[in-house]
Antibody, heavy 112, light 112 residues
Framework: EVQLVESGGSLVQPGGSLKLSCVASGFTFSNYWMDWVRQTPGKSLEWIGEINTDGSKTNYAPSIKDRFTISRDNAKSTLYLQMSNVKSDDTAIYYC?????WGQGTLVTVSS | DVVLTQTPVAQPVTLGDQASISCRSSQSLVHSNGNTYLEWYLQKPGQSPQLLIYKVSNRFSGVPDRFIGSGSGSDFTLKISRVEPEDLGVYYCFQATHDPFTFGSGTKLEIK
């Protein structure tokens, strides 16, 4: 069974940094591109970015480019989202996804 | 960026009736490889989104045949026949043809 479990969400001050993790199981992690998607309170979904199988290629949404970095550790079957210089607009539930499969999400709140 | 416009915003429906949701794209979603990467997701209250349809009209594993995706180019439709209580929630279209990938703003399927 495919499972994706996010962690690392918390309260962070504007301008601060945070690193989210997503541990994958039930499939060969190194064979799949992975994505991050977020959902702001009461609003729609926003695709953040993706990473290829070996971590050599990433694509990002313009709203977070140059502030967020996606990486992976295939030996640990883990996907990461490094968030820097966060803003109040970054407050959201963050999901890691493998196409049809989504984690339960982790909540990031940006507030002073 | 590609803008996906979903209508209606809310769709009141009687259980057992048919519902129809439209998703129009600001540009064609036909990829250079000939595929059209238009997907439909359902997010039930308190849950992560779940994939219903991929590449316009292909039902994901376990999705009932009451869900029918159709369309081409920049105009797509999701039809749900014989609506059941477990179909209620917010439906999103999503395009993965053009970078950055984007979601529609959602259509809430609710009881009339």
């Amino acid at each position: 069974e495919v499972q994706l479990v996010e962690s690392g969400g918390s309260l962070v001050q504007p301008g601060g940094s945070l690193k989210l993790s997503c541990v994958a199981s039930g499939f060969t992690f190194s064979n799949y591109w992975m994505d991050w998607v977020r959902q702001t309170p009461g609003k729609s979904l926003e695709w953040i970015g993706e990473i290829n199988t070996d971590g050599s290629k990433t694509n990002y949404a313009p709203s977070i480019k140059d502030r967020f970095t996606i990486s992976r550790d295939n030996a640990k079957s883990t996907l990461y989202l490094q968030m820097s210089n966060v803003k109040s607009d970054d407050t959201a539930i963050y999901y890691c996804t493998r196409g049809a499969y989504w984690g339960q999400g982790t909540l990031v709140t940006v507030s002073s | 960026d590609v803008v996906l416009t979903q209508t209606p915003v809310a769709q009141p429906v009687t259980l057992g009736d048919q519902a129809s949701i439209s998703c129009r794209s600001s540009q064609s979603l036909v990829h250079s490889n000939g595929n059209t990467y238009l997907e439909w997701y359902l997010q039930k209250p308190g849950q992560s989104p779940q994939l219903l349809i991929y590449k316009v009209s292909n039902r994901f594993s376990g999705v009932p045949d009451r869900f029918i995706g159709s369309g081409s180019g920049s105009d797509f439709t999701l039809k749900i026949s014989r609506v059941e209580p477990e179909d209620l929630g917010v439906y999103y279209c999503f395009q993965a043809t053009h970078d950055p990938f984007t979601f529609g703003s959602g259509t809430k399927l609710e009881i009339k």
